[in-house]
């Protein structure tokens, strides 16, 4: 069964910072290109981030560029986040998601999620 | 502000149709693939469409989607309660190098 599953989420004061792993199971990770995608309460989805599948190619949203990092380790099958400098604004629960054609919005499947909570 | 425009809400009666639409630009819908989404609460999001108008795995084919230029179109036919949820379009844009979705729209099965 393809799977992501996430971690690292929980409450961190404004100005903190957090690390969200995501890790993949049942398919060949590295030849997939990843992504973080975030949905804040009562909000809509707004896309985060993007590495390719060898992580030579990296974009980001406006909203998190120069205070959040993407990564990933293929030999563990997993994609990070880093965040810097959080906000409350970046309250919301996180998804990694597989591209199944890189730069597609073709994403499938979806992690289950996992809450960041910014706030003093 | 959304890049891709949807309607805040649908509603129909069970059985009935409904269309959600999508709208863009020529660097987003109009020269790229456009995924669709259903979003249940507590839920992780599901790919219902994938390249316009493939329906993902385990989808049944009441759901069906189209573009054309620069807009699309999700339909859902012979509507259940359980079909209500929020609906996301979404596509890459190769002006803002970013992924964008739509705003969102609400199903509701009267």
């Known amino acids: 069964e393809v799977e992501l599953v996430e971690s690292g989420g929980g409450l961190v004061q404004p100005g903190g910072s957090l690390r969200l792993s995501c890790v993949g199971s049942?398919?060949?990770?590295?030849?997939?290109?990843m992504n973080w995608v975030r949905q804040a309460p009562g909000k809509g989805l707004e896309w985060i981030s993007y590495?390719?599948?060898?992580?030579?190619?990296?974009y980001y949203a406006d909203s998190v560029r120069g205070r959040f990092t993407i990564s990933r380790d293929n030999a563990k099958n997993s994609v990070y986040l880093q965040m810097n400098s959080l906000r409350a604004e970046d309250t919301a629960l996180y998804f990694c998601?597989?591209?199944?054609?890189?730069?597609?919005?073709?994403?499938?499947?979806w992690g289950q999620g996992i809450l960041v909570t910014v706030s003093s | 502000q959304s890049v891709l425009t949807q309607p805040p809400s649908v509603s129909a009666a069970p059985g009935q149709k409904v269309t959600i639409s999508c709208s863009g630009s020529s660097s987003n819908i109009g020269n790229n693939y456009l995924s669709w989404y259903l979003l249940l609460p507590g839920r992780a999001p599901k790919l219902l469409i994938y390249e316009n108008n493939k329906r993902s795995s385990g989808v049944p084919d009441r759901f069906s989607a189209s573009k054309s230029g620069t807009s699309a179109t999700l339909a859902i036919t012979g509507l259940q309660t359980g079909d209500e949820a929020d609906y996301y379009c979404g596509t890459w844009d190769n002006s803002l190098r970013t992924v964008v979705f739509g705003g969102g729209t609400k199903l509701t099965v009267l």
């Open positions: 998601v597989r591209e199944r054609v890189p730069q597609s919005a073709w994403f499938d499947p």
């Open positions: 049942g398919f060949t990770f590295r030849i997939y290109s």
């Open positions: 590495i390719s599948s060898s992580g030579d190619t990296i």
